[in-house]
């Protein structure tokens, strides 16, 4: 199988202007989580989303959202981009969303810059 | 708020000796604790796990010694090699404030250097 893939790998953007960045869940895999991980710091829950529908949201402002697809694909947008949303956005996938213990695997990430 | 502690932020340790690092944590719901690796330019990887029903977890040069008194917890890299080069990450599930399930709440994490 293959891992989680995350789309695309670099992505500079000047502040106001938004941002797509997408994920595609290892195969089985139905629940999607985004996180942010600011240089120096651990991951951030912004997201999750399981059968198309928002499970949970970080402490995040509404610029931004994201969205699942009916194949557990997903997508995060990022509206009126500042300086401080610069960070490694990564996806995580897992088989359920209840469990504590179920196992997220992580994707290598979309590093956005913004000037 | 900082759910888990992580310390050191750097770790420089010769190849061949024990790669020590420690979290904290406070909420006693806690019910599994997993460490992450990650790699420059990759996305972190579950390296190994424990939950609190066990004191110390091996596999292979990788222990995680677990103290439920004291919330905290540690992992060990036996015999560390320039391979285990890394930044590696405690966590714990929790439910965030809005959320409805288990998300995992990071440690700052630690700097590994291991030099020839």
């Known amino acids: 199988d293959a891992g989680v893939t995350q789309s695309p790998t670099h992505l500079i953007k000047t502040r106001g202007q938004h941002v797509t960045l997408r994920c595609s869940p290892i195969?089985?895999?139905?629940?999607v989580s985004w996180y942010q991980q600011v240089l120096g710091q651990g991951p951030q829950f912004i997201f999750q989303?399981?059968?198309?529908?928002?499970?949970g949201r970080g402490n995040f402002p509404d610029r931004f959202s994201a969205r699942q697809f009916p194949n557990y694909s997903s997508e995060l947008n990022v509206n009126a981009l500042l300086l401080g949303d610069s960070a490694l956005y990564l996806c995580?996938?897992?088989?359920?969303?209840?469990?504590?213990?179920?196992?997220?695997?992580f994707g290598p990430g979309t590093r956005l810059t913004v000037l | 708020q900082q759910q888990v502690k992580q310390s050191p932020q750097s770790l420089i340790v010769q190849k061949g000796g024990i790669s020590i690092i420690n979290c904290a944590y406070e909420?006693?719901?806690?019910?599994?604790f997993p460490w992450y690796q990650q790699f420059p330019g990759k996305g972190p990887a579950l390296l190994i796990a424990?939950?609190?029903?066990?004191s110390e977890k091996k596999e292979g040069r990788f222990t995680i010694s677990f103290n439920k008194s004291a919330k905290q917890f540690s992992l060990h890299i036996m015999d560390s090699q320039p391979g285990d080069s890394a930044t590696y990450f405690c966590?714990?599930?929790?439910?965030?404030?809005?959320?409805?399930?288990?998300?995992?709440?990071f440690g700052k994490g630690t700097k590994l250097s291991v030099i020839p």
């Open positions: 995580a996938a897992r088989r359920s969303w209840e469990s504590s213990t179920d196992t997220q695997y």
């Open positions: 195969s089985g895999h139905k629940s």
């Open positions: 989303y399981y059968e198309k529908e928002e499970r």
């Open positions: 909420n006693t719901a806690f019910d599994y």
């Open positions: 424990i939950r609190p029903d066990v």
């Open positions: 966590a714990a599930p929790m439910i965030p404030s809005g959320a409805g399930s288990y998300q995992l709440t």
